[in-house]
Structure formats: C-alpha cells, structure tokens
C-alpha cells in the first residue's frame, strides 16, 4: 500500500506489485465467492476470478437468458452454477453484482442468507448510499465492502484477457472481521485490477453517476450531437460531419490523450489547432460548468436516485427504454457511424 501525489494530493494505491496474486488468494483462501447476477459486471469478474484460481460459484435465475449465458460460457448447473438462493446459501462471500433496480428486488431474499461472518461485496455503491429510497441495509455482524472496476464488463474482461487490467476504486462500509480491507483488496486484484485506490461508497456512487451523465456518456453525447447537427446544417455532407466530429476524436485524439494527456496533445498539434483549442476551451467550460454543478446537486440530494428507481418501477419501462433506444440507434449519425466503421483499414 503507497501513498501516491496525484498532481498535489496525497492518495492511498494498491498495486499488483504491493498485493500479488498469491497474496490475494492466500486471503481468499477459505472462502466460496457467489457472484450474484451475469449481466453487466457478473461475467467479467466471475470468469477472471475463475481464470486466476479463485473458489467461484454463479447465482442467477434459471431460465433465464443471463443462466444460459453462464452455461455457454462455461459454468455447470449444480456445479458452480445455482439459483441466488442455493448460491448465497453456499456462498461465504457474495458479490451482489445485479442492477441497482434487481438488487433492491432481490434484497430481501440475500438478505435472509448474511449470517454473521459473511461478506458482502458491491461493485456499486449506489444501494447502500440511497437506502432510503432502495431498503438495502446490510445486517450487523458481517464484513461490507466495495470493488469498482472503471470500465465496462467487456473492458474489465478484454484487458484481463491480454494481460493488462483496469484500474479499480474499493472501500469498506463496514469491518465486522477486522479484514475487510485485506478482502477487498483481495478481491479487487482477484478479478484483474491493474492499481486499486481508496474510496467509500458514497463518493464512489456520486462520481459514477455524474461521470455517466456527464463526460462518459450524457455530456458527450450531447456535444456530439451538437457539433454534427451544426456541421450538417452548414452544408457539410454526413461522412464529413461524422468524421470531423466522432471518428478523429475516438481513433486518433482519445487514444493518444490515453497514452500521452491532453496537455501532451495541445502541444503536438498544429498551431492553428492549438491556438483555437486554446480560445474555446475556457468558453466551452464556461457554458457548461453551471450544468455540472447542478447535476452534481442532483446526485447528492437523492434526486437522481429518485428519478432511476421511479422508471424502474413502471411495469412499461423496457418497452419505452427500448423504444428511446431505438430513436437513438436511428438518428443520422449513428447510421452514418456504421457504413464508416465499415471503411476502416483492416
């Protein structure tokens, strides 16, 4: 464990070097890990647990699309594959990975199977922060604890497979055991975390949402739109409009910003690049600090959390999230996307 500067704070960081592998299983050594769910984050961490040798069972619903998933993936009925039940039951360490809206479902049978000693594991804290709202509220006596990838599923499962890993947020909500911290650190390089570093629930929860709504998806989606919408208003043909405002961005800028950051980037491009960057960037900070701010507060008074158990619970939220999907999926440059990304050199 090292306390690290991150620009001119001090953080506490876990790494691969500090928190080996056989360290990690050492510590695991006598628990029955049930991962809870195989949507989204179950799959990844399941099998990368399973691929570095870690006592892993599934619980899922059977007869279930997610059941037959885990059985082409490879996990066997009655073998490591069982119902929540049988497998919180079995389980000394559960890893409650469905949605937030299934765990809230769900809670009450989990519930009756957190016999004292246990631990329990989120991969969000949103549960446990908003359990006003969702009556998740974890009994006394057991071990409850945090491990949050940053990335999707598919990420966390690819980058393990080439070697590499995705950095990982953990906290401990509570330490009935006096190991907590050792059992999420465990768990977290476990299921392939490249570096961990230190959070609670709470913050966790506030950045993942603001992050989803803002930069990673909503805002950026938005600009998107914006920039294209302009572009072709003015003329600009729809290959055009998409290249100069989607394809540059993720196969040339977002890579090398990756690699490099964006202080890198602005001195490596043109000047006629860096003198406009240089002149917009405070004004587009500008128009849109006020909407972060204020997603923000959304977040931390509970109002976002509202407003995603509130749709969740309407009996017609699939076919009405499908069909604002499907108006997303048809607009001009998502179509325009799809004959480009066609066209890519091989």
């Not at 885990?70 to 409650?96: M, N, R, T």
């Not at 989607?246 to 490099?260: A, D, K, R």
């Not at 909407?291 to 923000?296: D, G, H, Q, R, T």
């Not at 999926?329 to 799809?338: L, T």
Request: glycine share 8%; proline share 3%; hydrophobic share 40%.
């Amino acid at each position: 464990m090292s306390k690290l500067k991150f620009a001119f704070t001090e953080e506490t960081v876990v790494t691969r070097e500090e928190f080996s592998l056989e360290k990690a299983k050492n510590a695991l050594k006598n628990e029955v890990i049930a991962v809870i769910g195989y949507g989204v984050q179950g799959p990844a961490q399941a099998l990368n647990l399973k691929d570095n040798g870690f006592n892993v069972i599934i619980g899922q619903r059977e007869n279930s699309a997610s059941w037959d998933k885990a059985v082409a993936d490879g996990w066997v009925p009655k073998k490591d594959l069982f119902s929540i039940e049988e497998a919180c039951q079995k389980a000394s360490f559960i890893s409650y990975l469905l949605s937030d809206a299934a765990q809230m479902q769900l809670w009450s049978t989990v519930r009756e199977y957190l016999s004292p000693g246990k631990t329990l594991c989120f991969s969000h804290g949103f549960s446990v922060t908003y359990s006003d709202k969702t009556g998740v509220v974890p009994p006394a006596g057991i071990d409850v604890i945090l491990v949050a990838p940053k990335g999707s599923g598919r990420s966390v499962r690819t980058l393990f497979k080439e070697g590499k890993g995705i950095n990982s947020s953990y906290a401990v909500h509570q330490d009935a055991s006096k190991r907590a911290e050792e059992k999420a650190l465990a768990y977290g390089i476990g299921v392939g975390s490249g570096y961990l570093f230190q959070t609670n629930f709470k913050h966790e929860v506030y950045s993942d949402l603001c992050g989803e709504r803002g930069v990673l998806m909503g805002a950026l989606a938005g600009i998107i739109a914006a920039q294209y919408e302009v572009l072709r208003e003015n003329g600009h043909s729809p290959s055009e409009a998409f290249n100069e405002t989607v394809e540059e961005l993720t196969q040339s800028l977002v890579p090398l910003i990756s690699e490099n950051g964006m202080d890198w980037m602005f001195k490596n491009c043109s000047t006629t690049a860096q003198r406009g960057a240089l002149d917009w960037m405070p004004r587009f900070k500008k128009a849109t600090l006020p909407v972060f701010n204020s997603l923000y507060k959304s977040v931390a008074t509970g109002e976002e959390a509202r407003i995603v158990i509130s749709a969740n619970s309407k009996t017609d939220y699939k076919e009405s999230l499908d069909k604002e999907l499907e108006k997303l999926h048809n607009e001009e440059i998502w179509q325009v996307g799809q004959t480009v990304r066609k066209l890519r050199p091989k």
